[in-house]
T-cell receptor, first 114, second 115 residues
Framework: AQSVTQPDIHITVSEGASLELRCNYS??????LFWYVQSPGQGLQLLLK??????LVQGIKGFEAEFKRSQSSFNLRKPSVHWSDAAEYFC????????????FGQGTELSVKP | GAVVSQHPSWVICKSGTSVKIECRSL??????MFWYRQFPKQSLMLMAT?????????EQGVEKDKFLINHASLTLSTLTVTSAHPEDSSFYIC???????????FGPGTRLLVL
């Protein structure tokens, strides 16, 4: 079955520290991969996406993610976290043959310490 | 570009009433729109997929007679929660997908509270 796992429910990092949010997926072929961010009470904003090509993708707000086929992973990274990055982060998989439907991970809540 | 709006942003209603939520794609034509439900501290649960001009496809366990979806134009989809009850209180989010696109763009969400 297709699934997305975000192993970390909650992560706390200090402002200025580096960040890595983990995402693993289960799918028979290469899916479309997304990271979205959600601030409290808000909708989702697309951070970045991977469809094909270069496995290291750059997104908005200084985020990047690397697709590793051998590990079925698409981890999100940021070299230096800002207090405004505190939010909920969702990894999603969009199988190409599913008419645009997305499968979401459980989400990782990021807290940033001053 | 790729802006999706929702209206209202929040609504409080009495049990037994119906509530309509609108989802609009402001700067692109959305051939497909999705409706999600999100409980506090949880992920998004897909409720249904609607394609312009056709009936919505509901996910397993979602009552189609309770959650009426209409996608009458390429820029507007509506979700009507009929005879709402307190257990329907939730955060409802829509997203839109343009023709030939692979990226969904999300609305800001509608918080529904049923008293």
């Amino acid at each position: 079955a297709q699934s997305v796992t975000q192993p970390d429910i909650h992560i706390t990092v200090s402002e200025g520290a580096s960040l890595e949010l983990r995402c693993n997926y289960s799918y028979g072929a290469t899916p479309y991969l997304f990271w979205y961010v959600q601030s409290p009470g808000q909708g989702l904003q697309l951070l970045l996406k991977y469809f094909s090509g270069d496995t290291l993708v750059q997104g908005i707000k200084g985020f990047e993610a690397e697709f590793k086929r051998s590990q079925s992973s698409f981890n999100l990274r940021k070299p230096s976290v800002h207090w405004s990055d505190a939010a909920e982060y969702f990894c999603a998989v969009g199988p190409a043959d599913q008419g645009g439907k997305l499968i979401f991970g459980q989400g990782t809540e990021l807290s940033v310490k001053p | 570009g790729a802006v999706v709006s929702q209206h209202p942003s929040w609504v409080i209603c009495k049990s037994g009433t119906s509530v309509k939520i609108e989802c609009r794609s402001l700067d692109f034509q959305a051939t497909t729109m999705f409706w999600y439900r999100q409980f506090p501290k949880q992920s998004l649960m897909l409720m249904a997929t609607s394609n312009e001009g056709s009936k919505a496809t509901y996910e397993q366990g979602v009552e189609k007679d309770k959650f009426l979806i209409n996608h009458a134009s390429l820029t507007l989809s509506t979700l009507t929660v009929t005879s709402a009850h307190p257990e329907d209180s939730s955060f409802y989010i829509c997203s839109a997908l343009g023709s030939g696109q692979e990226t969904q763009y999300f609305g800001p969400g509608t918080r529904l509270l049923v008293l």
